[in-house]
């Protein structure tokens, strides 16, 4: 497996060298991070060079980087006081509509897609960050794959993201005429309006959410000196 | 009387044949099919969301309730990527017994899958006799995890526990005695494996039974032959998987492709089909559940002789028993970490597939050193499939539209998430 980790990673190194890509090793093969100008360029030549043939994207997806690597709770010092560890925080979950922050972060929000190629027998994860600044826009992979039409509509729905270029962007997954983009770090767990049927009016309405948000398990961050242990190991070798 | 010529049909979300909550908008010049647009995410539940605030092993449960047909599939998708991510390895037992209940679950989900799609091209029959062996391996299910359908049975690091010595049995009662009650209790005097090695042996034999009442059956040629043709480049193109992939006569199963489990220990054949049409979907996923009776037999054999762990000796990951717990104060102090805060996952992205019933299932996380996962994307086979709807149904008779959401085996609980 790993050797065709390493050939792959060589492959794309010299095939896209004018170009600025960040190449790295995963568990299930390469991931790759494209700059957004070469987004399609660069999976155009994926999908139709002999050397890679990547002929299927399974899947595309948003991510959110908001709150990436903030903990909850404190691991570093000890107390004697018990609970006095836990931080005041902003993490999924503990926020209602009206309490959510309204910041942004660089390279908030990025797309990642799964390619596999079923000739060589080799999967790629290719990412691209959304533009920090004006719209989200992110051109569209329909023209290469077009089994990706939904897979964009997702990430438009729940992210926000736009695919420039798609065909077809509504929302796919929400409800008809959510506001919105529910997979946001900043949209809180709990939702934004509830559903009940309105007996004086007899029919179905929206109102706000009745719950509270909470939070049954701090977000812990530790960073295990086996693993650690066990990376420096690997880099040492 | 002015002239109509197209009009739009909704179809769905409550019709028998919508497979759960599928709603079309369906184009039609008279019974002829222009466009269709499914409408879904009826049954969206934020899985995923859900999933980013709690700890890793409590989302297992949801993974069972996506594709609610092939529960453990699912499971054995998430548990693996996470895994690979602590890069941890289950016990080689463990790994049997995964394979044999993914097989299992096949065998399940082909059933269910046969029994709605025949009931929808008219064969009830069929419905029934399917169902009737559907419960056996519910059974299975219920002696190994204490749930018929939502087991929670896979764990990072192995299964929750191992196969039990007993089989349970049914009790006398009103409706169920005397001969009734022998015949109900003829394969339980045993272990759970001596039930499904009953199972096993018997299976073929039920599964000739289906194919006598379809395999040649005119009707059913006729609303499945032609149907539904999907190239191989276009199931390529659009992102198909599994059946719907090897249909159209594209040998690629990531059991042998990209072995996991015990896959590259059993011996076993992948069905490829020719046209690419209903009808050769339908050999494909008859056959497979042969395949799979190959598979749960040869498992059964290597558990019988092979005793030993069914999960990692790694305290960190998955607890220590529970009488250690009771005397042993450093598995006590493991017990309560770990169902307090959970286990914190190394950073990091993965991709972990799986060869589900129905298709490539696929977990995508990216973790952030903590005890949840920061992103999880669940990659739903049936999504794919629905995406290329309007293009397999265009220029097919309306009848057509339910074979075409019959063979693409959809479930709404996985399309949706």
């Known amino acids: 497996m790993s050797n065709f980790k390493y050939k792959l990673s060589k492959e794309m190194s010299e095939k896209f060298a004018d170009i600025n890509i960040e190449l790295s090793e995963t568990v299930h093969g390469v991931a790759c991070t494209v700059p957004l100008e070469s987004w399609l360029e660069v999976s155009k030549t994926l999908r139709d060079d002999d050397a890679f043939q990547f002929e299927q994207c399974l899947d595309v997806c948003g991510v959110d980087y908001l709150t990436y690597g903030e903990a909850e709770w404190q691991t570093d010092d000890v107390s004697s006081t018990g609970f006095s560890r836990g931080v005041k925080s902003n993490g999924p979950g503990r926020f209602s509509w009206s309490e959510r922050r309204e910041e942004s972060i660089p390279n908030r929000f990025a797309v990642v897609a799964q390619l596999l190629s079923l000739k060589y027998n080799r999967r790629l994860t290719i990412k691209c960050f959304a533009p920090d600044e004006g719209m989200l826009m992110v051109p569209s992979l329909v023209e290469i794959w077009p089994g990706v039409n939904w897979f964009e509509r997702e990430a438009f729905d729940l992210y926000g993201i736009i695919f420039k270029g798609h065909p077809d962007l509504r929302r796919i997954l929400t409800d008809y005429g959510f506001i919105g983009h529910p997979f946001r770090k900043d949209f809180p767990l709990i939702g934004n309006v509830e559903v009940i049927y309105d007996e004086d009016k007899g029919r179905v309405v929206y109102q706000p959410v009745s719950i509270e948000p909470r939070v049954l398990v701090p977000k812990t961050i530790r960073r295990d000196s086996r693993y650690v242990e066990s990376m420096n190991e690997q880099e040492n070798s | ?417």
């Open chain 2, 1 to 417: 009387m002015s002239e109509i010529k197209n009009y739009t049909m909704n179809f769905g979300p409550q019709h028998p044949a919508a497979h759960g909550v599928l709603r079309l908008i369906l184009e039609l010049d008279g019974e002829v099919v222009e466009h269709a647009d499914p409408h879904v995410g009826l049954l969206h539940r934020g899985t995923e969301k859900l999933a980013e605030s709690k700890p890793f092993n409590q989302s297992i449960g949801y993974m069972d309730r996506l594709d609610y047909v092939s529960m453990m599939c699912n499971e054995h998708a998430y548990v693996r990527a996470i895994e690979q991510l602590l890069g941890i390895e289950a016990p080689i037992r463990a790994q049997y017994i995964r394979t044999m209940f993914d097989e299992i679950t096949r065998v399940r989900n082909h059933l269910m899958w046969i029994g709605t799609h025949g009931l929808d091209l008219g064969a009830m029959a069929l419905f029934l006799y399917a169902f009737r062996e559907r419960e056996h391996c519910m059974d299975m299910y219920e002696a190994v995890s204490g749930a018929r359908m939502h087991a929670t049975y896979y764990r990072p690091g192995g299964v929750y526990r191992d196969l039990p010595d007993h089989m349970p049995q049914y009790a006398e009662s009103k409706w169920t005695k005397g001969k009734n009650l022998a015949y109900a209790n003829e394969w339980r005097n045993g272990s759970l494996l001596d039930f499904i090695e009953a199972f096993a042996d018997d299976f073929p034999n039920k599964i000739g039974e289906y194919r006598t009442l379809l395999q040649d059956n005119r009707i059913w040629k006729q609303r499945t032959v032609g149907i539904g043709v999907v190239s191989p480049e276009e199931a390529k193109a659009w992102g198909f998987t599994g059946p719907m992939l090897r249909g159209s006569g594209v040998a690629w199963d990531l059991r042998k492709k990209q072995t996991y489990a015990a896959y590259d220990k059993v011996d076993f054949d992948i069905p490829v089909g020719v046209n690419g049409d209903c009808y050769d979907r339908y050999l494909v996923r008859m056959e497979e559940m042969v395949q799979s009776t190959r598979i749960i037999k040869q498992c059964v054999q290597w558990l019988k002789n092979n005793p030993g762990p069914v999960m990692v000796d790694e305290y960190k990951v998955a607890p220590p028993d529970r009488e250690m717990m009771k005397e042993d104060m450093e598995s006590m102090i493991h017990h309560f970490k770990l169902f307090t805060e959970g286990y914190t996952v190394p950073a990091g992205e993965v991709y972990a597939a799986v060869e589900a019933p129905k298709g490539e299932f696929g977990v995508f996380m990216i973790s952030d050193d903590s005890n949840k996962p920061f992103r999880m994307k669940i990659r739903a086979p049936g999504f794919a499939h629905l995406s290329a709807m309007n293009d397999m149904v265009k220029g097919h008779m309306l009848a057509d539209v339910v074979a075409v959401i019959g063979t693409m085996d959809i479930v709404f609980g996985e399309i949706d998430r």
